[in-house]
């Protein structure tokens, strides 16, 4: 007799015993409920309110917001200062066309069944940056030049984490596997680059890569200063990255180090075929988290005048006629930081669950 192909029956949702199980199971998380939808219901009502029924969505003055609400002409009056920075007007077709392929290589990433995503992807990952290495700054193939003291807001955040990440992570890669390695010399200038980097904060970094980097090279030699901050972002990161991949490195059983050597593979195939997939996988979160971390500390820029989007809003609010209006401008901040740091972390998650080999105990 042919075995049967049906599946379970689905269990049905009961609400109320949904609710005794999860909500009211106990005294005290009966009375952790009541205390959360109080809050709930005395906070979420009049940010609601805030946010959208008593908000001013139109007008072009300061003076055309009235009521409690929030300001969002100050938002959509500046929106596109907030977003090129002082990119030229009639050349923010560039960054526009750039937004376009980062969407087309990065959104069907969420889409499991998408045709072609993998390839999309690696275009992400290889041709999009020498497109926009040619294209937002121009000065080829008979586009206009626009110096980077001019490039800001969004575009400018995007690009400090996007170079950051792409080049942080080999480079993290080679300093975890430098580290482990049996040279002597090898490993111990790995670990001194490690620690050093570590030991420092960002904003000296980012000090040092601005003001004392230039007194040490040749005369007649100098880097703008968003290249220099790329660098010096690129390279304290990688000490964080290298770690990050270390841990995944020594979770990794020594038979799988054994049987590779078994199986008469060098170094690299080992380290390529057999070690490294299986390291990164087990650190996807914290190579993610270290992602988002990037991301959020492209706003220390600013003390070296680079205007991301944090730093646009700041120089706005200064403005007399719009001081009244900041929160306005930190809580658009706020949601164009999550929405990409809610990406990465979403991503990251369908990609642990994808990998899973189920050997969780």
């Not at 995503?117 to 193939?141: A, D, E």
Request: a neutral charge.
């Amino acid at each position: 007799m042919a075995e049967s192909t049906m599946k379970p029956p689905k269990k049905a949702f009961h609400p109320i015993a949904w609710m005794r199980e999860h909500l009211f199971s106990t005294w005290y998380n009966s009375l952790l409920t009541v205390l959360v939808g109080y809050l709930l219901v005395t906070s979420v009502g009049p940010l609601v309110s805030w946010v959208f029924l008593d908000a001013n969505f139109r007008g072009s003055e300061p003076s055309d917001c009235t009521g409690a609400g929030a300001c969002w002409l100050f938002v959509s009056q500046r929106l596109n200062f907030f977003i090129y920075g002082f990119y030229p007007d009639e050349l923010q077709w560039r960054v526009d066309v750039m937004f376009i392929l980062l969407a087309v290589a990065f959104v069907p990433q969420f889409i499991e069944r998408f045709p072609g995503r993998k390839w999309l992807g690696l275009f992400g990952i290889t041709g999009l940056p020498v497109i926009g290495y040619f294209l937002i700054p121009g000065g080829l193939f008979g586009l206009e030049t626009v110096e980077s003291t001019k490039w800001g807001g969004l575009m400018l955040t995007l690009i400090l984490a996007y170079i950051g990440i792409l080049a942080s992570l080999p480079i993290g890669i080679l300093l975890a596997l430098g580290r482990r390695s049996d040279m002597p010399i090898i490993r111990g200038l790995c670990v001194v680059f490690i620690e050093v980097w570590r030991a420092v904060p960002l904003i000296t970094v980012l000090f040092m890569a601005s003001v004392m980097l230039p007194l040490f090279l040749p005369e007649g030699m100098n880097f703008e200063k968003l290249l220099r901050a790329l660098i010096g972002i690129t390279l304290w990161q990688s000490a964080y990255m290298a770690e990050v991949i270390r841990g995944g490195l020594q979770a990794i059983p020594r038979g799988q180090y054994e049987a590779a050597d078994a199986l008469g593979l060098g170094y690299w195939k080992k380290m390529g075929l057999i070690i490294l997939p299986q390291a990164l996988k087990l650190v996807i979160p914290g190579i993610v988290n270290t992602f988002i971390a990037l991301f959020k500390d492209t706003t220390l820029v600013l003390i070296i005048g680079l205007f991301d989007v944090l730093g646009t809003v700041q120089s706005t609010v200064t403005d007399p006629a719009w001081q009244n209006v900041a929160v306005e401008g930190y809580v658009f901040v706020a949601f164009c930081f999550w929405v990409f740091c809610f990406g990465i972390s979403r991503y990251s998650q369908n990609l642990e669950r994808k990998l899973d080999t189920g050997h969780k105990t």
